[in-house]
């Protein structure tokens, strides 16, 4: 166990927060969508039990449905040891079972789960239009939170906390070494993330789910995500002719009218999309209430979530050896050339579908891109196994801009002072001060008063 963890451990009380007497903020529950994406990678885990205390292993979480009815089909629970197959419905509450018409709806009757996420203090039953009684599991608060890696407090004010003084009076090298184990921690929660889902899909599928949080970035993360989810690699992989065209008609670009709204250039491209994605598009395309939720205000032209798609959907087309280079024993050189080398003669050159044609090359992925996807998803492996190379690689690699989140949390350790810029110009550093800020200040419901962080810095071993 690492110093900063046994730290972490000694401030930590059950439930989730620092240990003081203040009240911890009210958990809330995200939008369906979000909740089943989470659910469907495994960082819910397999193991429940259902309102009635039955135990629940979940053997196989099904298939996305893209149509009316159950959020997921062909699925398979064992309930008390006996093995049952069906669909899986999720809901934020037991209500909405009612609520939503699935008690009259003989398209619920396969369901063998139903899965809620808000405690109810009415004794209800999850029933279908047969009369059957549905089990139902209620996922704990805890469980949420920890797939989430949802804190106490939204947000923590910047301004130099109770830490700032015992900081300020270590050494720099005990500094550099705490925010080392800080960023070492932040990797082993990273690989366990990994690790919940190759668990369930199986490590090309968390390959696949990878990049495409890594492509939707900030503002569209779900959306890449949920897209992957409903159409796994493997899928795309048995028609690789039409994955383009079924990812961009799924993800809602499409339309049977697109290439006359387009520029001329772009025309050929577009009725050749359109030509394919007519064919398949009875199986593939989401009802409106599935569709994918994408985000536009205020995005740059380079991260348009139509030129992200074509960087997956790239990756896709050469996936034997995008694996390959994504799983190599040491150093990332060639899946630096791997994305360099990628190329699609309508995306070198336009922003988005029915954009104009640019007049310089246009990367599918740039380098800020590439390196979170490295830190966030290849690096964090290495790094728990301490692969001398990965450390060496990581604490080279550059910062990137200064999130919100990394500026507030080197102010409350460091102050407005010259001695905090030195901790914001490498990634490594950047993932440290957010992890701390996570374990930390956004745990702490007291706004610092109250947190025992800064009493045990004193006797942090490098002191």
Not at 2 to 26: F, H, I, M, T
Not at 53 to 64: A, D, E, L, Y
Not at 279 to 301: H, K, L, M, N, Y
Request: with cysteine.
């Amino acid at each position: 166990m690492s110093a900063y963890l046994d730290l972490l451990e000694s401030v930590v009380a059950p439930g989730n927060c620092v240990r003081e007497d203040g009240p911890a903020a009210p958990l809330k529950l995200p939008d369906e969508l979000h909740l089943q994406a989470l659910w469907f990678a495994g960082q819910m885990g397999r193991e429940f039990q259902t309102v009635d205390r039955k135990s629940v292993r979940i053997i196989q979480f099904g298939h996305w449905n893209h149509a009316a009815g159950p959020d997921f089909l062909h699925a398979a629970v064992e309930i008390d040891g006996e093995r049952v197959a069906g669909s899986l419905e999720l809901d934020h509450c037991a209500a909405n079972w009612e609520s939503h018409g699935h008690a009259e709806n003989e398209a619920f009757n396969d369901v063998v789960l139903h899965v809620v996420f808000e405690p109810d203090s009415t004794q209800r039953f999850t029933r279908t239009a047969e009369h059957k009684e549905v089990p139902r599991v209620c996922v704990p608060e805890s469980i949420i939170r920890e797939a989430m890696d949802l804190p106490l407090v939204g947000m923590a004010d910047a301004h130099p906390g109770r830490c700032f003084q015992p900081l300020a009076a270590m050494e720099p090298k005990h500094v550099e070494a705490l925010l080392l184990e800080a960023s070492r921690h932040r990797a082993e929660r990273k690989l366990l993330r990994r690790q919940r889902v190759t668990d369930v899909l199986g490590e090309d599928e968390w390959l696949w789910q990878a990049l495409a949080e890594t492509m939707g970035y900030r503002p569209n993360k779900l959306a890449m995500t949920l897209l992957a989810q409903r159409f796994p690699i493997g899928l795309l992989l048995q028609s690789p002719d039409s994955m383009e065209a079924v990812l961009f008609g799924a993800a809602g670009f499409l339309s049977v009218d697109i290439h006359k709204e387009a520029a001329v250039d772009s025309q050929s491209y577009l009725r050749g999309l359109w030509g394919d994605w007519w064919q398949v598009r009875d199986g593939c395309e989401p009802t409106a209430e599935r569709a994918i939720p994408w985000q536009f205000s205020g995005i740059r032209p380079t991260n348009h979530p139509q030129r992200r798609l074509a960087c997956l959907v790239g990756a896709a087309s050469r996936w034997s050896d995008f694996r390959r280079v994504c799983l190599a024993q040491t150093g990332f050189e060639s899946l630096a050339d791997f994305f360099q080398n990628l190329s699609h003669s309508f995306w070198n050159y336009h922003y988005t579908l029915k954009s104009k044609s640019s007049e310089k090359l246009l990367s599918l992925m740039g380098r800020d891109r590439l390196q979170d996807f490295q830190i966030n998803h290849l690096l964090p492996k290495r790094l728990a196994a301490d692969e001398v190379w990965a450390w060496e690689y990581y604490q080279k690699l550059p910062a990137p801009a200064v999130s919100e989140k990394v500026e507030k949390a080197s102010v409350r350790l460091f102050g407005d002072t010259p001695q905090r810029k030195n901790y914001l110009k490498k990634a490594w550093q950047h993932q440290a001060l957010l992890q701390i800020y996570q374990d930390f200040c956004l745990r702490d419901v007291t706004d610092c008063v109250d947190c025992p962080f800064p009493e045990q810095l004193a006797q942090w071993k490098g002191v």
